[in-house]
């Protein structure tokens, strides 16, 4: 396969410069979750193979032409952006209240990039370009065209993602085998008591006390339920209570989510989520509804997938991770297992200590960004086709 990684590489440096022009474009015009269907469009023209196969509402399963024999490759990108007002300052900097501020762009513009450098070369296996919506909220896009059976009518059994990463150093890529991401289920408290005048606190039942103590108490799942050595993660994002200074209300709510790496203590910190609920509400006189979301699970790479990638990504000239690993999540995860097996890789950004965090206002890879995980998605392939992967 030296021979195709090669030619590969050389027709994929002469996309590069069209996709840098493509990821500004979608940078500076993207679309909320569910709302994908311009980019949809930008990104299949950008492939040049007519409209593809509408999948999950708004996007789009591309398939490339050849009667290449045996089971498919998928190459996955996000399209959605976020809700984040821009603060970077470049010309092609978004206005409209949505921000690429988690390096979708990126991520689209190399999937383009390497499916048209890949319809130059004579590929031994069909590739599939998956154009995913709605990765950034519920319901989960990557969950709706796991069910909805395409990857099986395309005969796809492997799944590969790239993703920008500000945590690791520019030049390093992670190709870790097992499980890299966190899964993750939101949840909202609503504590009810008894309010009335502030000055009178032993004839009320106080919720905001009774909350602000649940969310301390609420950190014993990550420091006492869980073993220390996997891990887990307890955030509280929002809390709302009352009107006024000097008067208790009846109600007080918070919303958090929870976050573990291994799928055996999902269900045990569930229980204990709701045991700690109710009764820190219990204990100050209060009750509690619990109401639980469940999101993404856990994201497990394929080791296979991830060992004979990680040779393909030195061959690159890339410095490969097998340790990194992030209590975010993705729902990558549900590529991963049953009828398909996935591969995220996540591709390093620069200064590990001073880069801005995915999500914020000013978080921007630079344009070699494209390059990086283009070579990425394109190991991804070649570790598909390794002994161990394709029969």
């Known amino acids: 396969m030296t021979d195709l990684f090669e030619s590969w590489r050389a027709a994929l440096a002469e996309e590069l410069p069209a996709a840098v022009e ?6 500076a015009d993207p679309r909320a979750s569910g709302d994908e269907d311009d980019t949809a469009r930008v990104v299949a023209a950008a492939l040049g193979l007519g409209e593809g196969e509408r999948v999950a509402k708004t996007g ?37 209240g949505l921000m690429h501020a988690c390096g979708h762009d990126v991520h689209l513009a190399a999937l383009v990039a390497v499916a048209r450098a890949a319809r130059r070369v004579e590929l031994p296996r069909p590739l599939v370009a998956v154009l995913q919506p709605r990765e950034e909220t519920s319901p989960s896009g990557a969950l709706d065209i796991v069910e909805s059976g395409v990857l099986e009518e395309h005969g796809v059994d492997t799944v590969i993602g790239a993703h920008v990463q500000p945590r690791l150093a520019y030049g390093v890529v ?19 008591g008894q ?7 032993h004839l009320l039942r106080d919720p905001v006390l009774a909350l602000s103590q649940l969310v301390v108490s609420l950190q014993q799942l990550a420091s006492r339920r869980i073993d220390p050595v996997h891990g887990a993660v307890c955030s509280i994002g929002r809390i709302q209570a009352g009107t006024a200074a000097n008067v208790v209300p009846n109600t007080a709510t918070a919303l958090g989510s929870l976050r573990l790496m291994r799928s055996v203590d999902r269900e045990r910190a569930l229980d204990a989520l709701a045991e700690i609920v109710h009764g820190t509400a219990q204990a100050h006189g209060c009750t509690a509804e619990l109401r639980i979301s469940p999101c993404e699970p856990v994201l497990v790479n394929d080791p296979a997938l991830a060992a004979a990638a990680q040779e393909w990504l030195v061959r690159g000239g890339a410095d490969v991770d097998v340790d990194f690993r992030s209590f975010g999540a ?3 995860a549900h590529y991963c297992g049953g009828e398909s097996r996935g ?15 995915l999500h914020d206002e000013v978080f921007l890879p630079e344009d ?11 190991a991804g392939y070649l570790a598909a086709l390794e002994p161990g992967g394709y029969e």
Not at 368 to 378: D, F, I, P, S
């Open 60 to 96: 789009r399963l591309i398939r490339l032409p050849g009667d290449h024999p045996g089971p498919a490759v998928a190459l996955r990108a996000e399209m959605d952006a976020l809700p984040v007002t821009e603060r970077t300052g470049v010309p092609w900097a978004s206005g409209s």
């Open 330 to 332: 993705d729902d990558f």
């Open 174 to 192: 992670s190709a870790a085998p097992g499980p890299v991401n966190a899964s993750t289920d939101e949840f909202e408290v609503v504590l009810h």
């Open 195 to 201: 309010g009335g005048h502030a000055g009178y606190p």
């Open 368 to 378: 070699g960004a494209v390059a990086q995980v283009a070579g990425a998605l394109m």
């Open 22 to 27: 493509l990821r500004h474009r979608l940078h």
């Open 343 to 357: 591969l995220m890789l996540f591709v390093g950004l620069g200064d590990t200590a001073g880069a801005p965090s």
